[in-house]
């Protein structure tokens, strides 16, 4: 049995430590805290040593960032992650008391992602059901209908769903979602319980078992790759559901009540990443114009 070794007082390595034993820390979901401590790993491995007197240092952000630039080489998006674990580790400690300053507040990013226009089109949604595998049509209208994120879909269990509500607790937020089952949906959810009655998830390999998320994500690329759809991945399912909602003509408020969203994220998507190339949505506000022009109050 190994035993951990106290961090040495005045090491970076100790503000390290003592963030994975704070509450910041421990109230994050299971999946975020094991990826903070790989993170968190590799930064003791790289400055566990560094001096907490020299945080002060105008020199030392450039260090930092610098160390963040290196590892950006090989991944922008894993460089910009780990220096955000980093971040948030210091600002615990700052907020805390053990330190004066926080030299990696505001970095901005290496890494940037325009999703702007990848939402999933009614085109896709239709040779998707025309050419995948059928096993996998009920993922693609779980994620359209109710907006959840890929993890939270596959621990679906049949107690979730009661016929006329899918309720659930979301891995990331801890949030209790409980969604009402449009029709469509309903109707794929009751076919596939009927057929399945010995399975535990909704969703299943072919074989009936439960996925594991790289066996699900390996099965969804070939599936999207054999029916056409280029450019999209489940994950932007979840905007794309937003998007539909909106152009549904749901409230904000509405989106997020589906979709677990904060208010603030959900304006965001529609905002900034969705609707701001949608042509649907500028048709749509035509013709509430129009028809409001021909009969007016």
């Not at 469509?184 to 299943?204: C, F, I, Q, S, W």
């Not at 408020?253 to 500028?282: K, P």
Request: hydrophobic share 40%; glycine share 8%.
């Amino acid at each position: 049995v190994s035993v951990r070794k106290t961090a040495p007082a005045g090491m970076l390595r100790s503000i390290l430590d003592g963030y994975q034993s704070s509450s910041k820390f421990t109230v994050l979901a299971a999946r975020s805290q094991a990826d903070y401590k790989k993170h968190l790993k590799a930064i003791t491995a790289e400055f566990g040593t560094f001096p907490l007197a020299a945080l002060s240092d105008r020199r030392t952000r450039g260090e930092f960032l610098a160390w963040r630039d290196r590892l950006a080489v090989n991944s922008r998006r894993g460089a910009d992650y780990r220096f955000a674990v980093l971040a948030r580790a210091m600002s615990w400690a700052l907020d805390s008391g053990l330190v004066t300053t926080n030299p990696c507040t505001n970095p901005g990013r290496t890494y940037r992602s325009n999703r702007s226009e990848t939402i999933w089109t009614d085109d896709d949604e239709t040779a998707f059901l025309a050419k995948a595998p059928a096993h996998l049509h009920l993922a693609l209208l779980l994620a359209l209908w109710t907006g959840q994120r890929q993890g939270d879909l596959l621990r679906l269990t049949w107690t979730g769903y009661d016929g006329r509500m899918i309720r659930l607790k979301q891995g990331k937020t801890g949030t209790r979602i409980a969604i009402p089952v449009g029709e469509p949906l309903r109707v794929a959810l009751d076919a596939v319980k009927a057929n399945k009655k010995d399975a535990v998830t909704v969703l299943t390999t072919e074989a009936g078992r439960s996925w594991t998320e790289s066996g699900f994500r390996a099965s969804w690329r070939k599936a999207c790759a054999k029916a056409g759809v280029q450019d999209v991945t489940f994950h932007d399912l979840r905007g794309t559901a937003v998007t539909r909602l909106a152009l549904s003509g749901c409230s904000v408020a509405e989106i997020a009540t589906i979709t677990g969203h904060s208010l603030r994220d959900v304006g965001s998507i529609l905002d900034s990443h969705y609707l701001s190339r949608d042509a649907g949505l500028a048709e749509s506000a035509i013709r509430k114009l129009e028809k409001r022009t021909k009969t007016p109050n």
